[in-house]
């Protein structure tokens, strides 16, 4: 199994801003679809972005369009999720996840079998 440590979640103010990281220290994340979920108490999780292997290509889900970005830093093995204009409907617990079976990354948490243990964002006043 695959180890994935996420780090950067935290109490934020509505509007404000987190980067989220989630660090490999024992395989090559290049390799794999990265995929950044999220799960709120008494929901299901979620898939919130992920980012493509091969080509590099990324979805968001509709609700954090235009506020999220993922990315992946190759030199540190790290895949990045930036997110600004925080709203309280995103906190949540956020982990990361990978897999390679596909040739495109996706929100869907069945398609992925190495999982974070996840970090809290919470985003209130």
């Known amino acids: 199994q695959l180890r994935l440590v996420e780090s950067g979640g935290g109490l934020v103010q509505p509007g404000g801003s987190l980067r989220l990281s989630c660090l490999a220290s024992e395989f090559t994340l290049d390799y794999y679809n990265i995929g950044w979920f999220r799960q709120a108490p008494g929901k299901e999780r979620e898939g919130v972005s992920c980012i493509s292997s091969n080509d590099g290509s990324t979805y968001y889900t509709d609700s954090v369009k235009g506020r999220f970005t993922i990315s992946r830093d190759h030199a540190k093995n790290t895949v990045y999720l930036q997110m600004d204009s925080l709203k309280p409907e995103d906190t949540a617990v956020y982990y990361c996840?990978?897999?390679?079976?596909?040739?495109?990354?996706?929100?869907?948490?069945?398609?992925?079998?190495?999982w974070g243990q996840g970090t809290q964002v919470t985003v209130s006043s």
């Open positions: 996840a990978a897999e390679n079976r596909n040739l495109y990354c996706s929100g869907y948490v069945h398609e992925y079998d190495d």
